[in-house]
């Protein structure tokens, strides 16, 4: 999905700790920047890429908002599980799209909106959330409450082909770990369902 790396730019929308950007530094990449919203994250993204021995600019600031990210310059953009934060959509994809590149790719992954509305009942799986709702909802991680967001596929396809993106590859699938898991509830269902997807789309 992401390509030959060599000498590219590439910008990750949701650094987090840094270990994308390691990842992309290993591949090739000439020029790393990163973007998180977060001050506590982007510390630890610099702690450890100067501990890997790595150099990126990273910027703390919210995707949605403007800022000294040069326009026209990057050959791929991409974000891991970063994109579904986002309170305005189309603004964020119109940022993303003026600091591609022209053909430049864009590659973000998010959770599948349909594997929140199926729930277990005694053997079988019935819809107890409706996927045409996309008010943003509340959800438990490692003992807080956080909010996420409820967005259609469809969704995501249609504000990136407004946004001036032609859409590359789509997939649907489910992390192999997962898969490979001891027979919890969620591995099972993850097995009838995709748990994420991940879109390709380009700059045009």
């Given at each position: ?8 730019r ?14 992309i ?34 910027i703390c ?15 791929l ?32 992954s ?13 053997g ?15 959800a ?5 409450e956080?909010?996420?967001s ?8 249609n ?25 919890s ?5 993850a ?5 994420l ?8």
């Open positions: 999905m992401l390509g030959d790396l060599h000498n590219k590439t910008l990750e929308i949701g650094c987090g700790n840094g270990r994308s950007i390691k990842y530094h290993d591949k090739g990449a000439k020029e790393l920047w990163g973007i998180d919203i977060s001050t506590k994250q982007l510390k630890r993204s610099k702690n450890f890429l100067n501990s890997q021995g790595i150099k990126a600019k990273l600031v919210p995707m949605e908002k403007e800022c000294e990210i040069p326009n026209n310059y990057f050959d953009i991409y974000s891991v599980f970063g994109i579904g934060w986002s309170t305005d959509l189309q603004k964020t994809f119109s940022l993303i799209h003026s600091y591609l590149k022209k053909d430049g790719k864009f590659v973000f998010w959770s599948h909106p349909i594997h929140k509305c199926v729930y277990p009942q005694n079988k799986y019935i819809f107890g959330n409706s996927y045409f709702d996309e008010k943003w909802y509340s438990d991680m490692c003992g807080k956080i909010m996420l409820n967005r259609k596929l469809s969704t995501y396809i504000t990136l082909s407004d946004c001036g993106f032609k859409i590359e590859r789509l997939i649907e699938d489910s992390d192999k770990n997962l898969l490979e898991s001891e027979n509830e969620f591995s099972i269902k097995r009838k369902m995709p748990v997807f991940v879109i390709k789309a380009s700059k045009i």
